[in-house]
């Protein structure tokens, strides 16, 4: 049997270093283009796994992970935006998905982790307060699974598009060129 063992290296994409709270990065997914472009999407600007705060960014680098760009924030919903994925479908175009979940009663739980600090317990707290001055029908808008699309290199994003569907790290292009996202079903009686 031969034995395969490929050369790594190790780089660490951040958001802000300064900054204490917001800092966790959680269930990334990359691609590359053509142009050997780096794009790598992630949950960003959380408090920790278990958190409301959640933003999906998108980091680009150019010379093989070695730097990447500051966050390029794709989506900041009202509720909990995370797993997002990403796929290079070949001529500037990238498609991204992701799930945002709506306000649970993992709020209340959050203030019961020993975990947790007493900082990132207010600020959870504060969130849980806003949220539920919204309208019900406001932040489910948010809630579910989403794709939307570039076309030219991830300057620029369609709006985005509900799907039935969650797949945490998106969808896959085949050699022939064919679109693949396999996934559970997503909506029930809540959604």
Known sequence: MKIFTPEVQHYRVTTDKGNKFFKYNGWPSICKDERGVLYAVASSMRLSHACPCGKNCMYMSYDEGQTWTKPMVLNDSYVDDRDMGICYLGGGKLIVSWFSEAPTNYHDQIQEYDWFGAADKAIVAGFSKAWRLLPKEEYL???????????????????????????????????????VYLGNMLYNDTY
């Open 141 to 179: 808008a948010c809630a579910g699974s989403f794709v939307m699309m570039s076309d030219d290199y991830g300057v620029t994003w369609s709006d985005p598009v509900r799907l039935p569907i969650l797949g945490p790290h998106g969808p896959s292009v085949c050699k022939d060129g064919t679109l």
